[in-house]
């Protein structure tokens, strides 16, 4: 089944703690990018990639690194999460330039709920 | 740069009541536009889409036609179902103002409720 898998579901943490969420995907999509849900706000992307070893920032990337060492794997680190990092995080993936970027969907995980005390 | 507006929620429904989610947009060129609904306790799954103007996306009941006159998406439904209870996100694909970032830009959401 193509999917997209983020782990752990849920994580409540300290403030400095470090941390990393785990975000793969098995259909061979290019690009791959990082969101947060919060109330009011909607989803803001916070870093995304474009292929292996590409990464940029998205629209709130402060507090936050990723990596993408292999095509499947992009995961989310938080270095020090403070308390205004509690929020809902989304991994998402889809083709890139070449296989049908532009009318393509992104395909969601099913999100990580992180709460930072 | 690219926004979506959408209703402000929640909506209230009673069961086999018509639904009309309204959803603009602004952005330059011509974006994919794309509802994805978010059920309790779940991830975003993708509702439906439409890539060019008058196309017209469909979906388990429910429908969006992508009207570039009036920058529009709007989402409707004839007969809503309880299952139907969720958030509803209207989002837009822009690869011309977006470069290389394939993102989504994402109206706030509607939460919808429908009573049995």
């Known amino acids: 089944e193509a999917q997209v898998t983020q782990n752990p579901r849920y994580l409540i943490t300290v403030t400095g703690k470090k941390l990393t969420v785990t975000c793969s995907q098995n259909m061979n999509h290019e690009y791959m990018s990082w969101y947060r849900q919060d109330p009011g706000l909607g989803l803001r992307q916070i870093y995304y990639?474009?292929?292996?070893?590409?990464?940029d920032k998205g629209d709130v990337p402060e507090g936050y690194k990723v990596s993408r060492k292999e095509k499947r794997n992009f995961p989310l680190i938080l270095e020090s999460p403070s308390p205004n990092q509690t929020s809902l995080y989304f991994c998402?993936?889809?083709?890139?330039?070449?296989?049908?970027?532009?009318?393509?969907?992104?395909?969601f995980g099913n999100g990580t709920r992180l709460t930072v005390t | 740069g690219d926004s979506v507006t959408q209703m402000e929620g929640p909506v209230t429904l009673s069961e086999e009541a018509f639904l009309t989610i309204n959803c603009t947009y602004t952005?330059?060129?011509?974006?994919?536009l794309f509802w994805y609904v978010q059920y309790p306790g779940e991830g975003l799954q993708l509702l439906l889409k439409a890539t060019k103007a008058d196309d017209k996306g469909s979906n388990k009941g429910f429908e969006a036609t992508y009207r570039k006159e009036t920058t529009s998406f709007h989402l409707e439904k004839g007969s809503v179902q309880v299952s139907d209870s969720a958030v509803y996100f209207c989002?837009?694909?822009?690869?011309?103002?977006?470069?290389?970032?394939?993102?989504?830009?994402f109206g706030k959401g509607t939460l919808l409720t429908v009573n049995p």
């Open positions: 989002a837009l694909k822009n690869v011309r103002s977006g470069g290389s970032n394939y993102k989504l830009t």
């Open positions: 952005a330059t060129g011509y974006p994919s």
């Open positions: 990639s474009m292929n292996v070893e590409v990464t």
């Open positions: 998402a993936s889809s083709p890139g330039v070449g296989q049908g970027a532009a009318n393509s969907p992104l395909h």
